[in-house]
């Protein structure tokens, strides 16, 4: 399976953006399914938004769409979370992996139990 890493988190004001990345490292970058997750504190980790291999596309939790926006440059193996207009409730660790499916709304079954760091997102004035 790919493994994953993931950056760009950080502080952020109500109303501002960040742009995630995740690195993966694999041959068959190109052909995964390829999900967003994030885990708020005490909560259980949830999809955000997942894409194609081919990036032409994409789902979205519907509390995050039309903020959000993934994409793929599959000749540098990143995905991105484009995040705009942050809310509070934004704030959790991001992490990324490979799908068994990407399906409408933010049910992804990952492929393996295994994750990476993350990075972490924190909304707050």
């Known amino acids: 399976h790919l493994q994953f890493v993931e950056s760009g988190g950080g502080l952020v004001q109500p109303g501002g953006s960040l742009r995630l990345s995740c690195v993966g490292s694999?041959?068959?970058?190109?052909?995964?399914?390829i999900g967003w997750f994030r885990q708020a504190p005490g909560k259980k980790r949830e999809g955000v938004s997942c894409?194609?291999?081919?990036?032409?596309?994409?789902r979205y939790a519907d509390s995050v769409k039309d903020r959000f926006t993934i994409s793929r440059d599959n000749a540098k193996n990143t995905v991105y979370l484009q995040m705009n207009s942050l809310k509070s409730e934004d704030t959790g660790v991001y992490y990324c992996?490979?799908?068994?499916?990407?399906?409408?709304?933010?049910?992804?079954?990952?492929?393996?139990?295994?994750w990476g760091q993350g990075t972490q997102v924190i909304v707050s004035p």
């Open positions: 992996a490979s799908l068994v499916s990407c399906p409408r709304g933010n049910k992804y079954t990952p492929l393996s139990d295994t």
């Open positions: 694999g041959l068959t970058f190109d052909y995964n399914l």
């Open positions: 894409l194609n291999g081919g990036g032409d596309w994409t």
